[in-house]
């Protein structure tokens, strides 16, 4: 069992930064891969970003590359959402997941959820 705490939403302008923390409990953090996804209100909640058990890989979705940058710190067992030039349509709850083996690009297969943060880039 893993318990995720995701923090670091907040109100932001666009153009501007946040960076999205979570925070795992429980098994051995290494074991998991971790992904980034978000919900918009009346949307599917998506893919944003995936990162390998070691951080030598990495994913993101088409809509955030080169914006934003995901990131672990294993021995903090944390791993980071860095996102940058944020515009109104990043709007959305924010998820961190994880899931052993191979990582993943979809919702699938993530075993564990965090509570989400919420994210709200205004124009």
């Known amino acids: 069992q893993v318990q995720l705490v995701e923090s670091g939403g907040g109100l932001v302008q666009a153009g501007g930064s946040l960076r999205l923390s979570c925070a795992a409990s429980?098994?051995?953090?290494?074991?998991?891969?971790m992904g980034w996804f978000r919900q918009a209100p009346g949307k599917e909640r998506e893919f944003v970003a995936a990162?390998?058990?070691?951080?030598?890989?990495?994913y993101y979705a088409d809509s955030v590359k080169g914006r934003f940058t995901i990131s672990r710190d294993n021995a903090k067992s944390t791993v980071y959402l860095q996102m940058n030039s944020l515009k109104p349509e990043d709007t959305a709850v924010y998820y961190c997941?994880?899931?052993?083996?191979?990582?993943?690009?979809?919702?699938?297969?993530?075993?564990?959820w965090g509570q989400g943060t919420q994210v709200t880039v205004s124009s």
């Open positions: 990162i390998s058990w070691s951080g030598g890989n990495t």
């Open positions: 429980g098994r051995t953090f290494t074991m998991y891969t």
């Open positions: 997941a994880a899931k052993g083996g191979v990582t993943a690009t979809t919702t699938r297969g993530y075993d564990y």
